[in-house]
């Protein structure tokens, strides 16, 4: 089915997401438009579902241009056509393997949480919320690549650093690199683009591409949807995010004042009286020391209980 070439792929609505009441997030997509992947990210969403069965099917790579079968016609794609498309940069760095090392240190410690250069064979979480989610965008909607979306590898940084340090990037070439693998047998390159190839589907001449679909609303990057997407869907969260663990319920007991004394039960008997078993006495003994004067008052005391009870 051709859902499953945007399966994970992250779409972004520029108006909405560039008037967020969030100064990171906001920076982060000023910092794409300003790369020049606007064009690329936030065109038009439509899918033609059965056209692009039909290009990936078909698609093959001959003298570095795409050539496809769609509905029975012949579709070519060239770089330089894919390039003025989407409106993408065609000067600076072919390859993210030649951005600048000292450049990937520097974006090392400006994306990082806590200040310290993050890790790149750990986890995204390392990095601050909008970080993440532009690492979200580089391994969904721009490498394709299949595999956890949680990892940070050196290809998805590298990409993310192009974008955080304004890196000069021929992203014509990077992009139009990526689809030629796509559609070459035996790589180990995903599928995607489903957007960005069927807005190139629609604008080949005399090109029946039969329905449109309706790109899912959920995997467009608005206002609303922007922070919902630091999630990864892949089956793991964001170390921020992600629900904490279950503690053990408490076994409750029923408290008990300190100053309440405890009592034992006494049993005293009237020798002298033959029904005395008749005449218990509870008395109540404070746990806590008595005094020496209470003691010896104690036979006098219970003469004169005996004594009122055989009255």
Known sequence: ???????????????????MNDPGMVSMFQALIASGLEGFLGCTAVVYETALVDFFENASVRDGVIISTVAAQLVEISEEWFAEM????????????????????YARSIV??????????????QMKIHYRLLC???AKSISMKAGSFNALTVEKFSLMTAVVCRVKMNWG???????????????????????QISLLLANVPNLELGESSEFPSSKILTEKTVHIAVIDKSGAQDADVAPKATKAPKKHTAAVPADVPVVKRKRTTNKKDSSSKDNLELMAVAQEAVPIQMIEA?????MMILLTNQQ
């Open 1 to 19: 089915m051709a859902s499953s070439f945007y399966s994970n792929t992250q779409h972004i609505d520029f108006a909405s997401v560039l008037a």
């Open 86 to 105: 989407f409106e993408l940069p065609v000067d600076g760095l072919a390859d993210v393997s030649e951005i600048p090392k000292d450049k990937i240190f």
């Open 112 to 125: 990082s949480m806590t200040g310290e250069p993050v890790i790149l064979s750990g986890l995204k979480s």
């Open 136 to 138: 979200n965008i580089m």
């Open 173 to 195: 070439r990077v992009l139009f690199g990526i689809l030629k693998k796509m559609v070459t047998s035996g790589t180990k390159q995903a599928k995607g683009f489903a957007i």
């Open 298 to 302: 104690l036979p006098l005391l219970l």
